[in-house]
DNA sequence: AAAGTGATCATG
DNA sequence: ATGATCACTTTG
């Protein structure tokens, strides 16, 4: 059985802490069960200086959660639909997170969410203490490749360009295009 | 290739 | 109050 991930791994700069959460198990209990997948894909964000970040523009009503403690769960709705489900890292203060963009049999930000009934009512969730949605880690490190994050198009070239898209090897992943 | 969907944020 | 913009998915 996996071992609980700790404020002290989940506040690493995100750059860092999105490939090493690649093969932890992302766990959610709900009144159906206790449901425990491995993450198999991440892609980064790194501040107001990055483009392509949420935060970019500042601190908002829905950027805020960006700037609170590693292991805070940032869940916001996309195109009306899809919520997505990142990781809040790095020292409280500095927006970064991780976004998981794929789990063992469900690869797609949306379709894991959905999968795992993760929305928005837990925004703001603390990952380190909760019953509800929480990280383990239990040894297992995939190899990873890495490659540019998707959905992007809006960000500066320099951001575009950077490599923060983490895909463990093993991973059937769908490629984009 | 393109629609569908609704919160978010800047503008007026 | 209004309108553009989306860290996506599905359908044809």
Same mark, same amino acid.
């Given at each position: ?11 690493? %700069?995100?750059? +860092? &802490?999105?490939?090493?959460?690649? #093969?932890?198990?992302?766990?959610? $209990? ?64 500095? %927006?970064?997170? +991780? &976004?998981?963009?794929?789990?063992? #049999?469900?690869?797609?930000?949306? $379709? ?7 929305d928005r009512t837990l925004n ?54």
């Amino acid at each position: 059985m996996g071992k609980r991930m700790g404020r002290k791994a989940l506040s690493r %700069p995100a750059d +860092v &802490l999105a490939p090493e959460l690649l #093969g932890k198990l992302l766990c959610r $209990k709900t009144d159906q069960g206790i449901l425990k997948f491995r993450i198999m894909e991440t892609e980064c964000y790194m501040g107001e200086e990055d483009t392509a970040c949420h935060a970019s523009k500042g601190k908002t009503e829905r950027t805020k959660i960006l700037y609170e403690k590693g292991g805070t769960a940032y869940v916001y709705l996309c195109y009306g639909i899809h919520a997505l489900f990142n990781v809040v890292s790095g020292r409280e203060g500095h %927006p970064e997170a +991780v &976004l998981i963009r794929g789990v063992e #049999g469900y690869n797609g930000p949306g $379709k894991l969410t959905r999968a795992m009934e993760i929305d928005r009512t837990l925004n703001g969730e603390d990952m380190t203490v909760s019953k509800r949605l929480w990280l383990e880690d239990d040894g297992y490190r995939p190899s990873y490749l890495t490659a540019k994050r998707v959905g992007i198009d809006y960000a500066t070239e320099e951001y575009r360009e950077i490599l923060w898209r983490f895909i463990a090897e093993d991973a059937r992943y769908k490629p984009v295009r």
